[in-house]
């Protein structure tokens, strides 16, 4: 069933993309050499186990990034996934929406992490969790939400620029406040802070 609906959620949101599908590791590693856009993987399947069957997958398709759906909580298993070199994790209970802004933001080159593995990957503690809280909401404007709203979508300037008919300089202008004020280092990160935020 989860196979399925991965399977709807890309042809829907990508109608022209060819989805191979496979029901255990072996069949997904051998999918994977046909070295496709993306590879989304459950975490638990037959024929290995979760870090040996997501090594093997990258093994096979070096350059394909690889989003893991996944309903584990299990820290050491994912922070090992993280060291492979893994673009993302989402939750199976996550909502066909996200599942979707997490392959664009994965396709778009970002990396989509739940916020406790992301503070746990990077070594940081609660000083540095209270260091940088949440600014509220308020601090953002309605144009600067459209605009991370539109990135998260995998636009480019140029392409927001059209949208929201403004100019690119206008939307780089947009997208640096936002950066600024949710306290993120780049877009990929502003995109996912707001998302935590139910901004988008």
Sequence with gaps: MMREALSGTVSIGWPDA?????????SAWRAAASRPDLIISDLIMPGAG?????????????????????????????????????????????????IEAAIRLVLAGGRFLPPRLAEIATGQGQE?????????????????IDVLRLIALGGSNKEV?????????TIKAHAAAAIASLG????????MRARELGMI
């Design 161 to 169: 620029a059209r949208e929201l008919d403004l100019s690119p300089a």
């Design 50 to 98: 979760p870090v040996d069957g997501i090594r093997k997958l990258g093994e096979a398709a070096p350059d394909s990034p690889i989003l893991v759906i996944t309903g584990s909580e299990d820290d050491a298993v994912l922070l090992a996934l993280l060291k492979l070199g893994v673009a993302g994790f989402a939750p199976k209970s996550s909502r066909t929406a996200v």
């Design 184 to 191: 993120a280092a780049n877009r990929t990160e502003a995109v």
């Design 128 to 144: 540095r969790a209270t260091h940088r809280a949440e600014p509220p909401l308020a601090r953002l404007t309605e144009r600067q």
């Design 18 to 26: 060819k989805v191979a599908e496979a029901a255990d590791y072996p």
